[in-house]
């Protein structure tokens, strides 16, 4: 079983900056993506930007030049930049990864718990 573990949401205010972390453990033999979603109240779950395995990236045409999405490989961990935070990003974000793991051994898509991201002056 795999664990994604977030952390570093909180309160900021509009132009203000966030890092969010993600940090997968558990038996996991490789990793093909690891991505972040944000649902705000009252709207669905979309994806705010993804990283591939040889380090390709995407992102919602939102966060473009303001969120930047990096990996740190030998850690199994997955950040997220967010510069000029906009009210409209107020959200709980969620950890995602898509990984080969366990017995047996398959490919499986994991969640993280969310972090809340609030930006309000």
């Known amino acids: 079983q795999v664990q994604l573990v977030e952390s570093g949401g909180g309160l900021v205010q509009p132009g203000g900056s966030l890092r969010l972390s993600c940090a997968a453990s558990?038996?996991?033999?490789?990793?093909?993506?690891m991505a972040w979603y944000r649902q705000a109240p009252g709207k669905q779950r979309e994806s705010v930007a993804v990283i591939t395995s040889g380090g390709r990236t995407n992102y919602a045409d939102s966060v473009k030049g303001r969120f930047t999405i990096s990996t740190d490989n030998a850690k199994n961990t997955v950040y997220l930049q967010m510069n000029s935070l906009k009210p409209e990003d107020t959200a709980v974000y969620y950890c995602?990864?898509?990984?080969?793991?366990?017995?047996?051994?398959?490919?499986?898509?994991?969640w993280g718990q969310g972090t809340q991201v609030t930006v309000s002056s």
């Open positions: 558990g038996s996991i033999f490789s990793i093909y993506s």
């Open positions: 995602n990864a898509d990984l080969l793991d366990g017995t047996p051994v398959a490919r499986r898509v994991y």
